[in-house]
């Protein structure tokens, strides 16, 4: 890979770990279950995160 196409590649990685940041923290705002990909995509698993009583 090049170094432009590595720099592009951990941008968009960044990009999209943002958007699921503000996904499951609209979810949660909503009082709504996130969804289990933006969780993974944060390194959290869903199955504990469905204990959390909110």
Known sequence: MTRKASFIARAGEFVAVLGAARNVAAAVDAH????????DRLGIDA???NTIRF
């Open 32 to 39: 709504r279950k996130p969804n289990g990909r933006d969780l």
């Open 47 to 49: 199955a504990a995160f």
